[in-house]
């Protein structure tokens, strides 16, 4: 089937506007000072990426975000999540991203600079020592942000939770924060390299009460935040 001309020029424009966006974001990024003036100068780039891209970021319910320290945890389906989850939250989050990432050029040096948590999956040893470390941040007050199901794929659903968001919310005693992402999937989907539009919600859902525990605790967080998200998206679970 031969590709429409339109969409791989768009395609090729969109993916101009990640570079020249990134160098955009450097800017403030490098020189302001204070943490919430770099994200919020990064978010502000973020959403005027989508709305330059003619992707229309619909936001839903952003209102039942706790308004103390969090836990968001999100559904994965396309590399356009962390940057559209980046827009919508209030730049007092910060993001669990996976230890890889802050290899990337430039990208990486951004993401230490707004103060982004990195998670080495690779090494038992270093990951439980960056799980320890979001822990306390967590404690003293920071929020922050998960996709536990750790990667995306093209399949439509929602795929198994990792534990670690959750275990961090109940042992520190903050809610957990579902937040449904719809079509992003569509929009880029995995293994794929030329967008197409598609409407893009965030929805965020009734927050889940950490209660300081462990164990049981976490799991229950983890699978009411699953059933949750799936129920608002209307996918299966995988």
């Given at each position: 089937?031969?590709?429409?001309p339109?969409?791989?020029?768009w395609g090729?424009?969109?993916?101009?506007l990640?570079v020249?966006?990134?160098?955009i974001a450097a800017?403030?990024v490098l020189?302001l000072p204070?943490?919430?003036?770099?994200r919020g100068?990064?978010?502000?780039?973020?959403?005027?990426?989508f709305?330059?891209c003619?992707?229309?970021?619909?936001?839903?319910g952003m209102?039942?975000?706790?308004?103390?320290?969090c836990?968001?945890v999100?559904?994965?389906s396309s590399?356009?999540?962390?940057?559209l989850l980046?827009?919508?939250?209030?730049?007092?989050f910060?993001?669990?991203i996976?230890k890889e990432?802050?290899?990337?050029?430039l990208?990486?040096?951004?993401?230490?600079?707004l103060?982004?948590?990195?998670?080495?999956?690779?090494?038992?040893?270093?990951?439980a020592?960056d799980?320890?470390?979001?822990l306390?941040?967590?404690a003293q007050?920071?929020?922050?942000?998960?996709?536990?199901?750790?990667t995306?794929?093209?399949?439509?659903?929602?795929a198994?939770?990792?534990?670690?968001?959750?275990?961090?919310a109940?042992r520190?005693?903050?809610?957990?924060a579902?937040?449904?992402?719809?079509?992003?999937?569509r929009a880029?989907r995995?293994k794929?390299?030329?967008?197409r539009?598609s409407?893009?919600?965030?929805?965020?859902?009734a927050?889940?009460?950490?209660?300081?525990?462990?164990?049981d605790t976490?799991a229950q967080?983890?699978?009411?935040?699953r059933?949750?998200?799936?129920?608002s998206?209307d996918?299966p679970?995988?």
């Amino acid at each position: 089937m031969t590709a429409n001309p339109l969409r791989l020029v768009w395609g090729v424009y969109a993916w101009l506007l990640v570079v020249l966006m990134l160098l955009i974001a450097a800017l403030p990024v490098l020189a302001l000072p204070r943490l919430s003036q770099r994200r919020g100068a990064a978010g502000f780039i973020c959403r005027a990426y989508f709305l330059l891209c003619g992707l229309p970021v619909h936001r839903i319910g952003m209102d039942r975000l706790p308004a103390g320290p969090c836990v968001v945890v999100a559904n994965h389906s396309s590399y356009l999540d962390g940057p559209l989850l980046f827009a919508v939250l209030p730049p007092r989050f910060g993001f669990v991203i996976k230890k890889e990432a802050s290899r990337i050029p430039l990208a990486g040096k951004l993401m230490r600079r707004l103060g982004h948590h990195f998670v080495d999956r690779s090494n038992r040893h270093e990951g439980a020592n960056d799980a320890r470390r979001i822990l306390r941040a967590v404690a003293q007050g920071q929020s922050v942000a998960f996709f536990p199901e750790g990667t995306f794929s093209a399949q439509t659903g929602v795929a198994r939770f990792h534990t670690g968001a959750f275990a961090t919310a109940a042992r520190a005693g903050v809610p957990v924060a579902p937040v449904a992402i719809r079509g992003t999937r569509r929009a880029l989907r995995a293994k794929t390299f030329v967008p197409r539009w598609s409407r893009i919600e965030v929805e965020a859902l009734a927050p889940l009460e950490g209660s300081g525990g462990i164990g049981d605790t976490a799991a229950q967080l983890r699978d009411a935040s699953r059933a949750r998200i799936a129920a608002s998206l209307d996918e299966p679970l995988l």
